[in-house]
């Protein structure tokens, strides 16, 4: 069983950055697939990144060149760095990991892009 819990987000104005981080309770050195997700109001959750065993990474075409996704096994932990953030970035972010065929996620951090 792997707890993950995310943090870092907050109030940014457009145009601003922001670091997510998902610090999880166990070793994620070994997990295939970490990723973050999002869900604004009224929609459903989507993908945002992926990061996979061998270090490849994929995002989502809204968010391309401006997040990036990372890893740090050292401390349990993955981190999305967002940049250049726009009001439509607003949501609440969800980290996962894939572990030994089970998926874990977090209970969420909130992201709000306003002026």
């Known amino acids: 069983q792997v707890r993950l819990v995310e943090s870092g987000g907050g109030l940014v104005q457009p145009g601003g950055s922001l670091r997510l981080s998902c610090a999880a309770s166990?070793?994620?050195?070994?997990?295939?697939?970490m990723g973050w997700y999002r869900q604004a109001p009224g929609k459903q959750r989507e993908y945002v990144a992926r990061?996979?065993?061998?270090?490849?990474?994929n995002y989502a075409d809204s968010v391309k060149g401006r997040f990036t996704i990372s890893r740090d096994n050292a401390k349990n932990t993955v981190y999305l760095q967002m940049n250049s953030l726009k009001p439509e970035d607003t949501a609440l972010y969800y980290c996962?990991?894939?572990?030994?065929?089970?998926?874990?996620w977090g209970q969420g951090t909130q992201v709000t892009v306003s002026a």
């Open positions: 996962n990991v894939v572990l030994m065929a089970a998926t874990y």
């Open positions: 990061l996979n065993s061998g270090g490849s990474t």
């Open positions: 166990g070793s994620i050195s070994r997990a295939s697939q």
